[in-house]
């Protein structure tokens, strides 16, 4: 049984603030939405929770079971249960996609998984997320779509079974079918001693997976909280409710949402 | 071909034949591939003066290894004839800290070689690669793997388009680590009249420690405005981005480090077709570069 509490949490980038404050308690058996304008801190929070190095915490505390998760390495904190999805997952050239999910399946089992189960469970979960036949050989994410790679992202959360697992813009540069297979599987890793926070924009999604509990972070801080109902409104209103609470709404540029798959590299020129 | 290797030549002062299926023929220092086969050399120690030229006007699968027992200079020709397939893989396997001097002219006609290098011995080198792309339809792919672990090396690496309709391709990859050196230098060259050609270039190097020193340089020189051409050169540390997402799947950092660098030199692995020789160097790859 995972429970993540996040008292206070305040992070900067590059000696920039970031996050000024978040609160945020995740028990097993619930699904968090985090939602919020581009730019305002989503990815730097579930980044920090996992641990790269660019987030650095200057105050407030993250605690697993109890645990000071700030001082667990990455690696232990991903053989303690957590799981990120990444929002721009990395390419691994020269490394296969096997070879890696293998080390990675291995890092966390006393005894080498023998070779027959490992094909048997990858062949398995390639099926079902309808991904390539020969991704196995391929190089981890190299020249993957921007589809193949989330759902590459997918299936290794399938393959590694967290307590906790963060999806950051799992939706996004995924076309509509490709979406329904992802959130299958998601909902199918649902159970009782495992949670989720999800990171998205859409309302299409939060109604495929649909969240216990719904968070909006603005400039930091999380300025509204409540259950699914969150979603409706900001699907129907938007944001500009937020500058009558007085907080200032952060535009980020530079990134925006790629729905479909054939352009998903129009984000990277 | 099916990868096996029909003929095996070893040069220690002297050429020796050890296993021939006769497609190949032996005149002087010519050797001469004349029918479709495979052929391994290895090199141990070279007389002066007796520098090899292979003249191949057929397809051809070949492996070169260094074997070296003591400094060594090599100043090899390849004359890749029309139509010609070629396939080579070139290995450092030596052991102690000899000076190698390298220089290998390779003059590609309306031929097509793929090349790649692998250089993860403990030698001090200065090698000059130059591939020549002499007719029309010449197209050389290169690919260089090389670590300097606490030894010092330097690559010249050249693409000469010496006519019209030709390309040229390069990869070239370091590491450096224990205090190592590495200069990487990615020439492409377009003469003038050279319409048409392609020369693309990658240099890369990742530095591991403060006492490495690392250079990569490319050059393009092209004398024709109807060219393609690109290059590009990087020299840094290994990707902090690329460890996280390793290790946020629960490898350590020392096996995230490991996978990345090995990945580096993998695709060298692609120009080998004997199954013995690849695998190999997967086990010679996780010794040398995680070890
Ligand atoms: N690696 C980084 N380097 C520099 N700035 C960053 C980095 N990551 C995020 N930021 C900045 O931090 C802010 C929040 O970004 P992020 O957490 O990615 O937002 P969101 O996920 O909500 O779109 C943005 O202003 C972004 O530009
Ligand atoms: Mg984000």
């Keep these: 049984m995972a429970v993540l509490k996040i008292k206070n949490l305040h992070v900067e980038v590059e000696g920039k603030k970031i996050l000024k404050g978040v609160n945020l308690e995740i028990n097993p058996n619930e699904v968090h939405a985090i939602m919020g304008p581009n730019g305002n801190g989503k990815s730097t929070l579930l980044s920090t929770i996992m641990g790269n190095p660019k987030y650095i915490v200057t105050e407030g505390s993250i605690e697993l079971d109890g645990k000071d998760l700030i001082q667990m390495s990455v690696d232990e904190r991903s053989k303690a249960g957590l799981f990120l999805a990444m929002q721009y997952p990395q390419e691994i050239p020269g490394v296969t996609t096997s070879d890696f999910l293998r080390a990675a399946m291995n890092a966390r089992r006393e005894k080498p998984i023998s070779l027959f189960k490992f094909i048997k469970e990858l062949d398995g979960a390639i099926t079902e997320l309808k991904m390539d036949e020969n991704l196995a050989h391929r190089y981890l994410n190299a020249g993957f779509s921007g589809g193949e790679k989330k759902r590459n992202e997918i299936l290794q959360m399938k393959l590694l079974q967290p307590q906790i697992a963060m999806l950051d813009e799992i939706d996004s540069g995924l076309d509509v079918d490709a979406l329904r297979i992802v959130a299958q599987a998601i909902n199918e890793m649902r159970d009782e001693n495992r949670s989720m926070m999800l990171v998205s924009h859409y309302e299409r999604m939060f109604k495929l997976v649909e969240p216990t509990h719904v968070h909006v972070i603005v400039n930091g801080v999380i300025v509204l909280e409540g259950g699914p109902e969150i979603v409706d409104k900001i699907d129907t209103e938007g944001y500009d409710w937020v500058k009558e609470l007085g907080i200032e709404l952060l535009q980020d540029e530079e990134r925006k949402p790629i729905l479909l798959e054939n352009c998903a590299h129009a984000g990277k020129f | ?291």
């Design chain 2, 1 to 291: 071909m099916d990868g096996a290797i029909n003929n095996v030549i070893v040069i220690d002062n002297e050429i020796s034949i050890i296993e021939t299926d006769n497609k190949i023929k032996i005149v002087n220092n010519n050797i001469i591939v004349s029918q479709p086969t495979s052929l391994k050399v290895v090199y141990k120690s070279i007389p002066d003066c007796k520098n090899l030229v292979f003249t191949v006007v057929s397809d051809l699968d070949l492996y070169e290894f260094y074997e070296f027992e003591g400094d060594s200079n090599i100043e090899n020709e390849y004359q890749i004839e029309p139509q010609a397939n070629v396939n080579r893989y070139v290995e450092n396997r030596t052991s102690e800290k000899f000076a190698l001097n390298i220089e290998e002219t390779v003059n590609v006609k309306d031929a097509l070689i793929r090349s790649a290098y692998l250089d993860l011995g403990a030698t001090n080198c200065e090698n000059k690669i130059s591939y020549n792309l002499l007719t029309p339809g010449g197209e050389a792919h290169v690919h260089l793997g090389v670590l300097s672990s606490n030894s010092k090396k330097k690559y010249d690496i050249a693409l000469n388009h010496l006519n019209h309709h030709t390309y040229g391709n390069m990869d070239n990859y370091g590491i450096v680590k224990n205090a190592g050196s590495l200069i990487i230098n990615g020439i492409g060259k377009i003469a003038k009249g050279c319409s048409k050609s392609n020369t693309h270039q990658i240099n890369k190097i990742i530095v591991f420690d403060k006492k490495c020193q690392a250079q990569a340089n490319p050059y393009l020189l092209v004398d024709e405005y109807d060219v393609n051409a690109s290059h590009g050169a990087s020299v840094g540390k290994i990707d902090d981005q690329q460890l996280f997402y390793l290790q946020s799947r629960g490898l350590t950092s020392q096996q995230a480090m490991s996978l990345v660098t090995i990945g580096y030199f993998m695709p060298v692995i692609n120009y080998i077709k004997n199954e013995k020789i690849k695998e190999d160097v997967g086990e010679l790859l996780n010794e040398k570069v995680v070890g």
